[in-house]
């Protein structure tokens, strides 16, 4: 079965600090991955998805993820944390073969200091 | 352009109540999902659709819970008997294909039971 593990559910950074949240997944077929961002009282808007092309992924507002099949990991970063980038995150995964449903972690809370 | 529309936004039913929630994908989009979403966790898979046909109904959680999409287009998610423990945001959204990896969130309609 599909599942994702996000550690830590707060993380704290300074504005133009690096932003780093976890992701490790477990699926029984090639996975199709994602991170979505949701700001309060608002639905989640796709950040970036990985769907078996480039390891290396790049999303909106400037954060990128990299899927490594050997640490079943996809983690989210930003090289320059802003303001703006405080918001809860989500990794999900796809939910196996014939099938689009999305299997979503528990959630990172990022709050940005300035 | 209009992205996935829910209403109502927030809804407060006393303990017993039906309630019925409403879900305007984007124009065009087969893929439809609905997601429920409690209080500091991810959203959890409750049903989709593609176009008018229900395939996959595996997350409702008990026989109160119901969904259709009876033109392919809007759809509603109707909940007998509410109890407290179905307070939550649910979340509808939808996609472009047949298989569609990107999923187009709406803001989500907050339930309270009382």
């Known amino acids: 079965a599909q599942s994702v593990t996000q550690l830590g559910s707060h993380v704290s950074v300074s504005e133009g600090a690096l932003v780093l949240l976890r992701c490790n997944y477990s699926?029984?077929?090639?996975?199709?991955l994602f991170w979505y961002v949701q700001y309060p009282n608002q639905g989640l808007q796709l950040l970036l998805k990985?769907?078996?092309?480039?390891?290396l992924v790049k999303g909106i507002n400037g954060f990128e993820a990299e899927f490594k099949k050997s640490e079943t990991s996809f983690h989210l970063t930003k090289p320059s944390a802003h303001m703006s980038d405080a918001a809860e995150y989500f990794c999900?995964?796809?939910?196996?073969?014939?099938?689009?449903?999305?299997?979503f972690g528990t959630g990172t809370r990022l709050q940005v200091f300035p | 352009g209009a992205g996935v529309s829910q209403s109502p936004r927030y809804k407060v039913a006393k303990r017993g109540q039906d309630v019925a929630l409403r879900c305007d994908p984007i124009?065009?989009?087969?893929?439809l999902f609905w997601y429920q979403q409690a209080l500091g966790q991810g959203p959890e898979f409750l049903t989709y659709?593609?176009?008018?046909?229900?395939?996959?109904k595996s997350g409702l959680p008990s026989d109160r819970f119901f969904a259709e999409r009876p033109e392919g287009s809007v759809s509603t998610l109707k909940i007998q008997r509410t109890q407290q423990e179905d307070s939550a945001v649910y979340l509808c959204?939808?996609?472009?294909?047949?298989?569609?990896?990107?999923?187009?969130f709406g803001p989500g309609t907050r339930l309270t039971v009382t």
């Open positions: 959204a939808s996609g472009v294909g047949l298989t569609s990896y990107e999923q187009y």
């Open positions: 699926s029984s077929v090639p996975p199709y």
């Open positions: 990985y769907t078996s092309a480039a390891t």
């Open positions: 999900a995964v796809s939910g196996g073969f014939n099938t689009d449903k999305l299997i």
């Open positions: 124009s065009g989009h087969v893929s």
């Open positions: 659709f593609q176009n008018e046909a229900q395939l996959d």
